[in-house]
């Protein structure tokens, strides 16, 4: 069974950083696409940034230049650095999979992680 398991999230300071990692455990053979995704109060879950495997990546446009987003197939995690930063950065964010084939080549779509809290305040 895959999990999806997130770690890093916290408090920090305007201008501050934060690293988010994200494991997915079990027993995969390949996954298309991570991504990280948010969810910020009173409004709907959005995209942060994904990386593809080929490594491709995209950010939405109010993270452009301040969060990198990688991937490490070998361990099956994918990180986001945050710097720069903003009180509305703050959220739940949420680690993503779309798409992974396991040990027996079953393809599974969509997994979450639980979600982890960033609070950026002074």
């Known amino acids: 069974q895959v999990r999806l398991v997130e770690s890093g999230g916290g408090l920090a300071q305007p201008g501050g950083s934060l690293r988010l990692s994200c494991y997915a455990s079990?027993?995969?053979?390949?996954?298309?696409?991570m991504g990280w995704y948010r969810r910020l109060p009173g409004k709907e879950r959005e995209v942060v940034a994904r990386?593809?495997?080929?490594?491709?990546?995209e950010y939405a446009d109010s993270v452009k230049g301040r969060f990198t987003i990688s991937r490490d197939d070998a361990k099956n995690t994918v990180d986001l650095q945050m710097n720069s930063l903003k009180p509305e950065d703050t959220g739940v964010y949420y680690c993503?999979?779309?798409?992974?084939?396991?040990?027996?080549?079953?393809?599974?779509?969509?997994?979450w992680g639980q979600g982890t809290q960033v609070i950026v305040s002074s």
């Open positions: 990386v593809t495997e080929l490594g491709a990546t």
């Open positions: 993503n999979v779309d798409r992974l084939v396991d040990e027996y080549q079953e393809v599974e779509y969509d997994f």
């Open positions: 079990g027993n995969i053979f390949s996954i298309r696409t």
